[in-house]
């Protein structure tokens, strides 16, 4: 019975199934997650590495936010002064030094007190006026020549051109001048050879009258009657002194009066 059984189900497995009765509804396939397999890396050496030091960037990081302050006012900064380096000096020689001169002190006799040094007036310096017209007598002259007014300190030979008193020879016309810096010859040349020929005037030299100087009579055209320029050197012995005479200069002869017992 049971080797009847084992045949009759081989036989039935045998036995073909038709395919209406096989289920035509099948199974949607489940998709299944493939994970990678990630490849075991490779050995690596271990390599101990140090950590630079960071360094302050003179450029601002951007990505920091800027916190919004109150703007404070800019501070000048005041510039240095700059040093000079001192030059050397030269080694000087020691300066001798006057010692202060003594004032004289006068004691009154009747109070025994003392009383003050004498006060010093300084003189007077020479005047500096020009002459401040273009003739004498129709002699040409120069108007910014300075006007002598104390003959005696700027003439050389004053006793010529003075009176025993200190005025003016009486013969001298008009007033005198004086003309720094230039010689008798030279104010001749420069100045009176051309204009004395200008004014119509006939020039004879005639010497001199002091030493150092000339002499020269003008007689003007029409007229007999002759005027002379004298021309001396002033006391400094740079410039020259300018008189006009109506006629021959001589100097002044002083009389003495004697009293007869």
Same mark, same amino acid.
């Given at each position: 019975?049971? =080797? ?11 036995? &073909? @199934? ?6 035509? #509804? *099948? *199974? %949607? ?11 075991? &890396? ?28 109150? %703007? ?15 030059? &050397?000096?030269?080694?000087?020689? &020691? ?14 006799? *009747? ?10 007036? %300084? ?37 010529? $051109? ?5 005025? =003016? ?12 810096? *230039?010689?008798?010859? #030279?104010?001749?040349?420069? $100045? $009176?050879?051309?204009?004395?020929? @200008?004014?119509? $005037? ?22 007999? @009657? ?6 001396? %050197? ?22 003495? @009066?004697?009293?007869?017992?």
């Amino acid at each position: 019975m049971w =080797l009847a059984s084992i045949g009759l189900h081989g036989l039935l497995l045998l036995m &073909p @199934i038709p395919s209406s009765e096989i289920s035509t #509804t *099948k *199974k %949607p396939q489940e998709l299944v997650k493939l994970t990678p397999v990630k490849p075991s &890396p490779a050995p690596v050496n271990r390599v101990v590495k140090t950590t630079p030091t960071p360094v302050a960037s003179s450029r601002p990081n951007v990505q920091q936010k800027v916190l919004a302050t109150k %703007p404070t006012p800019p501070t000048v900064a005041k510039s240095p002064r700059p040093v000079v380096a001192p030059s &050397p000096q030269k080694p000087t020689s &020691p300066i001798a030094i006057a010692p202060p001169q003594q004032t004289e002190i006068e004691l009154d006799p *009747k109070n025994q007190e003392l009383l003050p040094p004498p006060q010093v007036i %300084p003189s007077e310096a020479p005047s500096t006026a020009t002459i401040a017209t273009t003739e004498i007598n129709g002699v040409p002259v120069d108007p910014s020549w300075q006007v002598v007014e104390q003959p005696n300190e700027v003439m050389a030979e004053a006793q010529m $051109f003075t009176q025993p008193d200190g005025k =003016l020879n009486p013969d001298i016309v008009g007033k005198v001048a004086q003309v720094p810096d *230039k010689s008798p010859d #030279t104010v001749f040349e420069e $100045f $009176f050879r051309l204009q004395l020929e @200008i004014a119509n $005037f006939t020039v004879e030299p005639s010497g001199t009258y002091v030493a150092g100087g000339g002499l020269y009579k003008l007689t003007p055209k029409g007229s007999d @009657i002759p005027l002379y320029l004298a021309l001396a %050197p002033d006391k400094q012995g740079t410039g020259t002194v300018v008189t006009i005479w109506n006629k021959y200069p001589s100097p002044v002869e002083s009389t003495e @009066i004697k009293v007869l017992n």
